[in-house]
């Protein structure tokens, strides 16, 4: 997967328009992901990339990276040994194609607002 562009409220991945918060995990994107509290990233929120373990998780905490990751969060991606890069969403998606096209197995978690 390649992240072609971002702007503030709008993705595209793969030549395909995205104006929602996405996750990808390896082929696939899942648009439209919610959070259980909007600015807040829980484990819970996370459960697809949690069960398929990829050795990094990107997160785009939004154009201004107002979303938190708590630490309980932190911890708990920790203990799968998932390595967190937390950035705002435009520096998140430069991240998660260098290291895609690194061939590490990386997912994202993209906020497209705040």
């Given amino acids: 997967m390649r992240i072609d562009s971002y702007q503030f409220g709008k993705i595209v ?7 929602s918060d996405v996750i990808i ?3 696939t994107v899942q648009s439209d992901w919610w959070r259980k509290q909007g ?8 459960n697809t990339i949690l069960k398929a373990k990829p050795s990094v998780l990107v997160v785009g905490c939004g154009a ?10 932190r911890q708990v991606l920790k203990e799968r040994d998932i390595q967190l890069e937390a950035h705002d969403s435009y520096k998140a998606v430069q991240k998660f194609n260098e290291l895609s096209e690194a061939g590490v197995n990386v997912a994202a978690a993209l906020h497209l607002t705040c």
């Fill in 13 to 19: 991945i793969d030549g395909v328009d995205y104006s």
């Fill in 25 to 27: 995990l390896g082929d």
């Fill in 64 to 73: 201004s990276g107002l979303m938190e990751v708590p630490d309980k969060t």
């Fill in 39 to 46: 600015h807040s990233l829980s484990a819970e929120d996370l």
